[in-house]
């Protein structure tokens, strides 16, 4: 089946840096990714639509400017958490559809972020 | 708007016993419905699906059955173990909004031996 990788798995940094998660479609390509973001024994909050060739798509209430996101390529979709703060730590996860076959979402296996 | 409601949890079960969650929905067309289970520590997979009313997805023991009267997708299965311990979201996806998905406030099972 279809498969999807962040890296990292885990990261923690300092309150006021920058952090990079990678979203990568391995065996497929994606034109669209999803970046979703959990809070503990919380459901999956959609953050924001990756577009490859166009800018991201944010939902409501998510910075623009504070999450930056790149898709670099039909495989690959980066999620930046710019100036981290305490409040960003969280769960990220990212998904791709494969609409080539049969549009079933494929999820990563998440990042965890710890700001401290 | 569209919206997955799900029965909060934990719901904690000895082994052998039989599973219900509950799950409704709200949306404003003809939904996909979706069952996907989080392990500790893991993304999500997605358990079964449903695309039409009275369709149903069974995966793993698991079965849900779309139910277009009640707007229910609710997951059962006869006889849990511990392995299936995890959080299982309920999710829709309207047929006509590409591959975005609606998700459940999610349920925790807890399996005991």
């Known amino acids: 089946g279809a498969v999807v990788s962040q890296h990292p798995s885990w990261v923690i940094c300092k309150s006021g840096t920058s952090v990079k998660i990678e979203c990568r479609s391995l065996?497929?390509?994606?034109?669209?990714m999803f970046w979703y973001r959990q809070f503990p024994k919380q459901s999956l909050m959609l953050m924001a639509t990756s577009n490859e060739g166009s800018k991201a798509t944010y939902e409501q209430g998510v910075e623009k400017d504070k999450f930056l996101i790149n898709h670099a390529s039909l495989t690959l979709s980066t999620l930046t958490v710019t100036s981290a703060h305490p409040e960003d730590s969280s769960f990220y996860i990212c998904s791709a559809p494969q609409t080539e076959t049969n549009h079933e979402q494929y999820f990563g296996p998440g990042t965890r972020l710890t700001v401290t | 708007g569209n919206s997955v409601t799900q029965m909060e949890g934990p719901v904690t079960l000895s082994e052998e016993a039989f599973l219900t969650i509950n799950c409704t929905y709200t949306a404003t067309g003809y939904p996909s419905l979706f069952w996907y289970v989080q392990y500790p520590g893991e993304g999500l997979q997605l358990l079964l699906k449903?695309?039409?009313?009275?369709d149903k997805g069974s995966n793993k023991g698991f079965e849900a059955t779309y139910r277009k009267e009640t707007t229910s997708f609710h997951l059962e299965k006869g006889s849990v173990q511990v392995s299936d311990s995890a959080v299982y979201f309920c999710a829709l996806r309207l047929n006509n909004a590409g591959n975005m998905l609606t998700f459940g406030g999610g349920t925790r099972l807890m399996v005991k031996p």
């Open positions: 449903a695309t039409k009313a009275d």
């Open positions: 065996d497929f390509q994606a034109t669209t």
